[in-house]
C-alpha cells in the first residue's frame, strides 16, 4: 500500500477483554516496528520484527502482550485481559531495512491505534 | 542504554523567526539519526535521516546536523510558519533489538 495501515483506528473496550490491532506495512518493507505512546509521554518501543522473526521480545510490557507477523507482511498485537493502564496509541511503523542498517534507512508510522480501556 | 533527550520541552515564537530545537543522545555508537513530525492524533512524519557518515541534512527549511562525537543533533527551522506548529521528536537506533529510541520530544507552537 501507499503508506503504514492501522486497525483499528480507535477502540474502546471494557476492562477484561482481548483486544487485537493490526498494522498492514509498506510492501516490500522487512522491519516492523511496534510503540506505544501513552497521554503526555514518549514512545515507548515495544517490539521488532525483521521479516517474520522478532529478536526480542522483553519490550512487551507483560505477558498479557503478544505480536506476530505473518508472511512478511502483516503483524498483529494482541492484549489479554486488557486493563486501564494498557489505554494507550500504539503505533506501528515500517521500513525496508533494519533500523540499525548501516545504510541508513527511513521508518514510516501508521496513524495509530487509539485504544480506550474503561 | 540509549538515552534520548530533547530541549526545550515546549517552544513558543512569533510566525518568521528562525529556531534551534536540540537532541542529545548518550551513547554515540550509532549508525544514524532521525527527526520526526508529530501532530496532535497523528502519527509520525519522517523529516529528516541523517547518516553517521554525514553531518547535516537539509530539506526545504528545515536543516538538520549532526555530531556524534558530542551525542549532539540539532533541527533548524528557517523562517518558521504556523503550519510548523506541532511536536518534533527525534531518535537513534536503541542498540541491540531495542529500536529507535526517541525523545520526549519539543512541542513547538508559531504564534500567526
Known amino acids: 500500500g501507499a503508506g503504514v495501515s492501522q486497525s483499528p483506528s480507535n477502540k474502546v473496550t471494557e476492562k477484561g477483554k482481548d483486544v487485537e490491532l493490526r498494522c498492514d506495512p509498506i510492501?516490500?518493507?522487512?522491519?516492523l516496528y511496534w510503540y506505544r505512546q501513552s497521554l503526555g509521554q514518549g514512545l515507548e518501543f515495544l517490539i521488532y520484527?525483521?521479516?517474520?522473526?522478532?529478536?526480542?521480545k522483553s519490550g512487551l510490557p507483560s505477558d498479557r502482550f503478544s505480536a506476530e507477523r505473518t508472511g512478511g507482511s502483516v503483524s498483529t498485537l494482541t492484549i489479554q485481559r486488557t486493563q486501564q493502564e494498557d489505554s494507550a496509541v500504539y503505533l506501528c511503523?515500517?521500513?525496508?531495512?533494519?533500523?540499525?542498517?548501516?545504510?541508513?534507512?527511513?521508518?514510516?508510522f501508521g496513524e495509530g491505534s487509539w485504544l480506550t480501556v474503561v | 542504554k540509549q538515552e534520548v533527550t530533547q530541549i526545550p520541552a515546549a517552544l513558543s515564537v512569533p510566525e518568521g523567526e528562525n529556531l534551534v530545537l536540540n537532541c542529545s543522545f548518550t551513547?554515540?555508537?550509532?549508525?544514524?539519526l532521525q527527526w520526526f513530525r508529530q501532530d496532535p492524533g497523528k502519527g509520525l512524519t519522517s523529516l529528516l535521516l541523517?547518516?553517521?557518515?554525514?553531518r547535516e541534512q537539509t530539506s526545504g527549511r528545515l536543516n538538520a546536523s549532526l555530531d556524534k562525537s558530542s551525542g549532539r543533533s540539532t533541527l533548524y527551522i528557517a523562517a518558521s510558519q504556523p503550519g510548523d506548529s506541532a511536536t518534533y521528536l527525534c531518535?537513534?537506533?536503541?542498540?541491540?533489538?531495542?529500536?529507535?529510541?526517541f525523545g520526549k520530544g519539543t512541542h513547538l507552537i508559531i504564534q500567526p
Open positions: 531518535a537513534v537506533p536503541g542498540g541491540g533489538a531495542d529500536g529507535l529510541t
Open positions: 541523517i547518516q553517521s557518515s554525514q
Open positions: 551513547d554515540s555508537a550509532i549508525y544514524n
Open positions: 510492501s516490500g518493507h522487512t522491519a
Open positions: 520484527f525483521q521479516g517474520n522473526s522478532a529478536p526480542d
Open positions: 511503523a515500517s521500513s525496508l531495512l533494519s533500523f540499525d542498517s548501516i545504510l541508513g534507512n527511513t521508518i514510516y
